[in-house]
């Protein structure tokens, strides 16, 4: 699967995040429990984000891996997830240093708020109409601010995923400034090398 592909890709049967918590952060890029993946996350998140303090809705947190790192780098978060046992894990892991709700990403229970940036990892190529996802997601940043959209393409036989053109097919009348940054072929991040189609978009409104 290349970027080229604008296709789109099956999504993934549903999944029973509850039941996933408990181990979810045994993956290395998920509980950043390493070093060098925690800092290889941290370098990324540092050029992707703005450079002074800014409002970060990070969209489908799970256990608050990238929200405590957003954090740390001086940021105001607000994490959003779906599963209570997600949540309750990004609110013990971000011990009070960011607000963590528990909702649906396709329509976070941000009222009114608007954000700096909409950081969103592995969640959009899950959701059935990510057209109309990112749509209300653009009502919820400010003017200048940004997307910061991490996804992927997994699997051979079955691909599941949303590959990074027909991504930027989408944010294209939502947007400004659109950029790609190929992710699969750093292994640190992932804490393994991989062989499929990992990527993030930065992209201005």
């Not at 789109?8 to 429990?33: M, S």
């Not at 990070?58 to 607000?78: A, F, I, K």
């Not at 963590?100 to 009222?111: H, N, R, S, T, Y």
């Not at 200048?144 to 009348?173: K, M, N, Q, S, Y």
Request: proline share 7%.
């Amino acid at each position: 699967m290349t970027s080229e592909n604008t296709h789109a890709v099956a999504v993934a049967p549903e999944t029973d995040w509850d039941a996933q918590a408990a181990a979810f952060d045994d993956e290395p890029d998920h509980g950043l429990r390493d070093p060098a993946v925690r800092a290889a996350w941290a370098d990324r998140l540092r050029a992707w984000l703005p450079g002074q303090p800014a409002d970060v809705l990070d969209l489908g947190c799970g256990t608050g891996s990238l929200s405590l790192l957003v954090v740390e780098q001086g940021h105001r978060v607000t994490g959003v997830d779906r599963s209570p046992a997600m949540a309750e894990r990004a609110r013990a892991k971000l011990a009070g240093r960011a607000e963590i709700l528990c909702g649906d990403a396709v329509a976070p229970p941000v009222e009114r708020r608007r954000f700096d940036v909409v950081l969103v990892r592995h969640v959009l190529w899950a959701l059935p109409d990510p057209a109309g996802v990112l749509r209300h997601w653009r009502g919820l940043l400010r003017p200048g601010g940004r997307f910061v959209l991490i996804e992927g393409v997994w699997g051979t036989l079955a691909p599941v995923g949303i590959p990074a053109a027909r991504l930027t097919a989408l944010l294209a009348p939502l947007t400004g400034d659109v950029r790609v940054e190929r992710l699969s072929d750093d292994s640190v991040l992932w804490g393994k090398d991989v062989d499929d189609e990992r990527y993030a978009v930065i992209a201005a409104v």
